[in-house]
């Protein structure tokens, strides 16, 4: 699974609008379907606040913040998994994403084309999931049928190992006929292995993204609080963005100006930081911090990952060599206001092997060269 995060839609959503915003890498933009055919892909920094804290009490002579990579994926349309507006193709770029930006229309303009003439936010969603339950499914049974197949010619020892595989693509196979996604079915973290290569769809997290227009940017409308109810039954989040607004304050010069922009319409951030926040931690993604005179440095980690992984992420070196790692949570440095103090307080720690990295951990690495060759 890919550590990114795939925008999709039906087509004239403002999907390619958004990941202009948030990239401010112009993506192309027009009033008819599929005007996106290949993905557009873009880097975006992670908004830390904390980073700028640990900037003002650790002053570097750089800032590098973590960053994370949005996918803009084209329209799909009913029909898409048997093909239709280039379906298989738009499919199999949204396999390779780790998390789902659902970008929903939930503003009124007859200059703006729907596919379906009409403003239906139950309606468009359901046409998504579908195509994606519906193409999930076809690869469930495609696995299904060959295994089956195989099991009839193994020995007893390997027919017995796939007494759970089978049952599972059973559940799996009827949750799908029934247009349902794969993640509703709440499976365990050895089920979710054994199904691991099928690289299905619908098993990915996902955030419903409602595109409103610049009257509802700080009020929901009737049709986001449609878009609510639907992912409040799935156990999904909800960022509500103006993407037309968003792609005005992405052109603003300075970061001055984009607050003083965001304050005159009654919001205190961008709509847009917030998806990628949301995207960043559905994922199960977190930030840790290197500090010193040189650089301050966001780096980004998969939550449970031990402090050798993290060194590993920085450099291999660091893993192969590692002895130890210095740590303490920035929420100390935001405290205590020094490093210096940190110690005074025996906040900071010596941690071996076995220390599962926290989220705002700032960490410095202590390892060997020669003992990686050991």
Same mark, same amino acid.
């Given at each position: 699974?890919?550590?990114?995060?795939?925008?999709?839609?039906?087509?004239?959503?403002?999907?390619?609008?958004?990941?202009?915003?948030?990239?401010?890498?112009?993506?192309?933009?027009? %009033?008819? #379907?599929?005007?996106?055919?290949?993905?557009?892909? $873009?880097?975006?920094?992670?908004?830390?606040?904390?980073?700028?804290?640990?900037?003002?009490?650790? #002053?570097?002579?750089?800032?590098?913040?973590?960053?994370?990579?949005?996918?803009?994926?084209?329209?799909?349309?009913?029909?898409?998994?048997?093909?239709?507006?280039? $379906?298989?193709?738009?499919?199999?770029?949204?396999?390779?994403?780790?998390?789902?930006?659902?970008?929903?229309?939930?503003?009124?303009?007859?200059?703006?084309?729907?596919?379906?003439?009409?403003?239906?936010?139950?309606? &468009?969603?359901?046409?998504?999931?579908?195509?994606?339950?519906?193409?999930?499914?076809?690869?469930?049974? %495609?696995?299904?049928?060959?295994?089956?197949?195989?099991?009839?010619?193994?020995? #007893?020892?390997?027919?017995?190992?796939?007494? +759970?595989?089978?049952?599972?693509?059973?559940?799996?196979?009827? *949750?799908?006929?029934? $247009? +349902?996604?794969?993640?509703?079915?709440?499976?365990?973290?050895?089920?979710?292995?054994?199904?691991?290569?099928?690289?299905?769809?619908?098993? +990915?997290?996902?955030?419903?993204? *409602?595109?409103?227009?610049?009257?509802?940017?700080?009020?929901?409308?009737?049709?986001?609080?449609?878009?609510?109810? !639907?992912?409040?039954?799935?156990?999904?989040?909800?960022?509500?963005?103006?993407?037309?607004?968003?792609?005005?304050?992405?052109?603003?010069?300075?970061?001055?100006?984009?607050?003083?922009?965001?304050?005159?319409?009654?919001?205190?951030?961008?709509?847009?930081?917030?998806?990628?926040?949301?995207?960043?931690? !559905?994922?199960?993604?977190?930030?840790?911090?290197?500090?010193?005179?040189?650089?301050?440095?966001?780096?980004?980690?998969?939550?449970?990952?031990?402090?050798?992984?993290?060194?590993?992420?920085?450099?291999?070196?660091?893993?192969?060599?590692?002895?130890?790692?210095?740590?303490?949570?920035?929420? &100390?440095?935001?405290?205590?206001?020094?490093?210096?103090?940190?110690?005074?307080?025996?906040?900071?720690?010596?941690?071996?092997?076995?220390?599962?990295?926290?989220?705002?951990?700032?960490?410095?690495?202590?390892?060997?060269?020669?003992?990686?060759?050991?």
């Amino acid at each position: 699974m890919g550590l990114n995060c795939g925008i999709v839609g039906l087509p004239n959503v403002g999907k390619s609008t958004i990941f202009s915003a948030l990239t401010a890498a112009p993506a192309e933009i027009a %009033n008819y #379907p599929f005007c996106t055919i290949n993905p557009n892909v $873009g880097i975006v920094n992670v908004p830390d606040a904390r980073l700028d804290q640990i900037k003002a009490l650790i #002053p570097p002579q750089r800032l590098i913040p973590a960053t994370f990579e949005f996918v803009d994926i084209a329209g799909l349309v009913a029909g898409a998994s048997k093909g239709e507006g280039l $379906g298989n193709q738009f499919l199999a770029n949204i396999r390779e994403v780790g998390v789902i930006a659902h970008v929903v229309r939930c503003f009124d303009n007859p200059d703006i084309i729907h596919v379906s003439n009409k403003v239906d936010p139950s309606n &468009d969603i359901d046409t998504i999931n579908t195509e994606l339950a519906l193409a999930d499914l076809d690869t469930v049974e %495609n696995r299904y049928a060959k295994q089956v197949k195989l099991t009839r010619s193994m020995t #007893p020892e390997d027919r017995k190992a796939m007494e +759970k595989y089978l049952p599972l693509l059973e559940r799996v196979k009827a *949750c799908l006929a029934d $247009g +349902k996604a794969v993640r509703s079915l709440g499976l365990s973290e050895e089920e979710l292995v054994l199904l691991q290569d099928l690289h299905l769809i619908t098993q +990915k997290p996902v955030v419903y993204v *409602c595109n409103v227009d610049e009257d509802h940017a700080t009020t929901d409308n009737d049709y986001v609080k449609t878009v609510r109810d !639907i992912a409040q039954k799935e156990g999904a989040e909800v960022v509500v963005i103006c993407g037309k607004m968003e792609a005005e304050i992405a052109v603003l010069d300075n970061e001055e100006d984009k607050k003083e922009f965001l304050e005159s319409v009654g919001l205190e951030e961008s709509g847009l930081n917030r998806l990628v926040r949301h995207a960043y931690h !559905i994922m199960g993604l977190r930030t840790f911090f290197t500090a010193g005179p040189d650089e301050d440095r966001a780096w980004t980690f998969k939550a449970g990952m031990k402090a050798p992984e993290t060194a590993g992420i920085i450099h291999t070196d660091f893993q192969k060599g590692f002895i130890k790692a210095e740590v303490y949570n920035c929420d &100390d440095l935001f405290a205590l206001k020094s490093e210096e103090k940190i110690r005074e307080a025996g906040k900071l720690r010596m941690e071996g092997k076995d220390y599962v990295v926290q989220d705002g951990d700032i960490m410095h690495f202590l390892f060997n060269v020669n003992k990686q060759a050991k």
